[in-house]
């Protein structure tokens, strides 16, 4: 495997469902990011993590909850999630202390029904 | 609100034409700035970036610009391909110091007639 890999690639879960979505970086970089991607809507950054430590959290619900047990690997653990948060969920990754370029992965199509 | 916008949603070429795609950002302080590709099922694919201490960068095929004065940023591909087909955003790093926040447009939709 080589670049940003995402975990799974679709997803459909109901509001009470309690799902991840893993991402995993092969790209020796020390930040990973969370980004949210709704239809005619910029980018969003949800989190980003620098040594497995959060650095940022953007105003995420709690519903949305990250977890990065080491530089590598990258977590997002979704509850209780609503219609509204159906979007792409993109993974990134880049070198720190920034800025740098991010490369992303594939993202995680999720339908919340 | 956001600080970085494109100033069309869609743009169609010609096979073999240049394409120039536009982004105005609004934060005079933004030291970095970075244009992606994303087509349709894929993540965003880096494409060229640029720091506020240069105005000229170029890469194969492609060339972004910038111009601190007026705050816009310009991407240009050369003889514009089929596979060039994709929405393209750029983004900007409001904050300066190390920090790797990357602010987004809202993209735009490039088209390559054949």
């Known amino acids: 495997e080589t670049g940003v890999t995402q975990t799974p690639r679709h997803l459909v879960m109901g509001m009470t469902n309690k799902k991840s979505l893993k991402c995993e970086q092969h790209l020796g970089h020390n930040a990973m990011y969370w980004y949210k991607q709704s239809a005619k809507k910029p980018l969003e950054l949800m989190f980003v993590?620098?040594?497995?430590?959060?650095?940022e959290n953007n105003s995420v619900p709690s519903r949305f909850s990250p977890e990065c047990p080491n530089s590598s690997h990258l977590f997002l653990h979704l509850h209780t999630l609503q219609p509204e948060d159906s979007a792409l969920y993109l993974c990134?990754?880049?070198?720190?202390?920034?800025?740098?370029?991010?490369?992303f992965g594939p993202g995680t199509r999720l339908t919340v029904t | 609100g956001e600080s970085v916008g494109l100033h069309l949603p869609t743009l169609s070429v010609q096979e073999g034409d240049n394409s120039i795609i536009n982004c105005a950002y609004s934060?005079?302080?933004?030291?970095?700035f970075i244009w992606y590709k994303q087509e349709s099922g894929k993540g965003p694919q880096f494409i060229i970036d640029i720091r506020s201490n240069m105005d000229k960068r170029q890469g194969q095929r492609v060339t972004v610009l910038l111009n601190k004065t007026v705050k816009h940023l310009s991407l240009q591909i050369a003889a514009t391909q089929p596979g060039d087909s994709a929405v393209y955003f750029c983004a900007e790093n409001p904050i300066q110091g190390g920090s790797e926040k990357l602010v987004f447009g809202k993209g735009t939709k490039l088209t390559v007639n054949p």
């Open positions: 990134a990754s880049s070198h720190r202390p920034g800025p740098y370029e991010q490369y």
């Open positions: 934060n005079s302080a933004s030291d970095y």
């Open positions: 993590y620098s040594l497995e430590e959060r650095v």
